[in-house]
C-alpha cells in the first residue's frame, strides 16, 4: 500500500501572504500546484483590533464569517467577490485588504462549490466533498430536538476534526470537536476555554458511543436545544476534516516545560498547525503557525504567531523559548517552554497540514531540515 496518495498538499490546502491595496485586488496563489479555494481564512497580520474573516464556496464568497467572535455571518459585498482556479478576488473592504497592510490568506480546497444533499444525519445537510483530501463543507438548519442529533459530512470516514457555526445567532460560540480531546468534550474555536462537556451544546465525532462514523457526526444538546448547535429553523455551517496520511494529522501531546520541547510524529514536513491547550484558562489561546511567515521565509525556528481566537496582530519579536516551533521532515518540535506550547504536563491538541509527504506514494523521502 502507498504511503500516501497526496504527493503535492499543495493542490489541496495552501498558505498565501499578500499586501493589501485598498483597491480591487487578485491573489494568486504560488503552491506547486494551482489552487481553487472553497475555504479562505483571512488574517490582518499588522494591525491589532482586526478580526479573522472566513469564505466558503457552500454560500455566496461575499458572506463572511467572524472566526475569533460570536458574530452571525454577514454580507459584505466589498470582501471575497470571486474565485479563480488558482486564488480569489478581494474587493475594497478594509477587512480583508486595506492598502498597506500585510494579510495571510490559509485556504483549503474542497470541490470547486458542487454541493448535493445528504440525508445520513438526523438533520438534512447541503454538502460539498472532497474524499480524496477528506474535507468537507456542509449546512444544515437546525430542529431543535432536545436529545442528541447527528449529521451527515460525506466523507467516507470518520472525521477526526469537525467545527460548528451558527450563521444566523450573533451569541453563538463556534463549537469544535478535534481527536485528543476526553470522551464527550469539545472546545471553542473563538475563547481560550478549556475543553467542556458542557450541556450548552458539544459537536463529536469520537469512536466513543458512535457519536462520529464514516457517515454521520453528532449534535449532543444536552437536554435541551441550544444556539451553539441545533436551533429551531437557524441555520448552521459546519467544516469536517478526516485524516489522510502525508497530508493531514489531528492529535494531542504532553508538554514537558522545557525549551528542548516534545516532537510530535505527523508523517509529513507541516505547513501549518493549530495548537490549543486544552486543561487550563493559562495559555489557553489557539496558536496557529505556517511556514511562510517568519524572519527568515519559513526556516526554523518559527516564533511568528497569530491568536485564532483573538483580534490582536501577528506577534514577530517574542523569544525562541516563548513561542518557537521547529518544522521538521516528518513533524514539529516545540522549542519554547511558555504555557501556549509547553507547559511541564499540560495537554495540548493540534491540527496540522502538510507541506511535503515524508515519503511519497512512489517510496521518496522529503528533504529533511
Known sequence: MAYTTIDDPSEYFQTKLYAGTGNELVVTNDGNSDLQPDFIWIKNRTDASTNHHGHYTNVPTTRV???????????IAQSVKSIQSDGFTLGTWDGNNINAKNFVAWQWKCNSGTTASNSSGDITSTVQVNQDAGFSIGNYTGNGSTGDQTVGHGLGVRPSCVIVKNRDNGSA????????LDVNHSLELNTSDTQSDSTAGRVLATTA??????SIFTL?????????????NQSYVFFAWAEKQGYSKFGKYIGNGNVDGPFVYLGFQPAWILL???DSTSGGNWSLIDNKRSASGGANVNVYSITANTADAESTGEAEST?????????????????TRNTSGGSYIYMAFAENPFVTSTGIPTTAR
Open 65 to 75: 464569517l467572524f472566526i475569533n467572535k460570536t458574530d452571525y455571518e454577514d454580507g
Open 209 to 214: 458511543g458512535s457519536y462520529g462514523t464514516s
Open 276 to 278: 490549543k491547550r486544552i
Open 220 to 232: 449532543r444538546v444536552g437536554g435541551g436545544s441550544v444556539i451553539q448547535t441545533n436551533t429551531n
Open 173 to 180: 460560540n463556534w463549537v469544535v470537536y478535534i481527536d485528543g
Open 323 to 339: 513561542y518557537g516551533v521547529d518544522f521538521l521532515s516528518n513533524g514539529f518540535k516545540i522549542r519554547a517552554s511558555h504555557s
